[in-house]
Nanobody
Framework: LVQLRESGGGSVQAGGSLKLSCEVS????????MGWFRRASGGGREGVAVIDGDGITRYAESVKGRFTISKDNDKNILYLQMNDLKREDTASYYC???????????????????WGQGTMVNVSS
């Protein structure tokens, strides 16, 4: 069982940066695939960036070149560095973990092993 807790959300002007953190605890060997997802008001959860147990990363087209996912295996923290933020990036951001590869793009419709509680990112113009 894996537990996740996000932090680092907030309000920022367009063009600014934020770095989200996700503290990971529990048996991560069971759920080695991790990622960041977001849900805008009224929408479902969509993929943003994912990383597998070997450190291979994939990104949604809308964030490529602006966002970077990384994991500190010593500290067991998953990060999402977000640069050049746009208004359309406004959403609640969630980290997730699963035993199967996660989608970097598109809606997440099935149950995953673990979700964090979410952290809000608000980008204003």
């Amino acid at each position: 069982l894996v537990q996740l807790r996000e932090s680092g959300g907030g309000s920022v002007q367009a063009g600014g940066s934020l770095k989200l953190s996700c503290e990971v605890s529990g048996d991560t060997h069971i759920s080695p695939y991790m990622g960041w997802f977001r849900r805008a008001s009224g929408g479902g959860r969509e993929g943003v960036a994912v990383i597998d147990g070997d450190g291979i990363t994939r990104y949604a087209e809308s964030v490529k070149g602006r966002f970077t996912i990384s994991k500190d295996n010593d500290k067991n923290i998953l990060y999402l560095q977000m640069n050049d933020l746009k208004r359309e990036d406004t959403a609640s951001y969630y980290c997730a973990a699963d035993r199967h590869p996660l989608p970097a793009e598109g809606w997440v419709t099935g149950a995953l092993d673990a979700w964090g509680q979410g952290t809000m990112v608000n980008v204003s113009s």
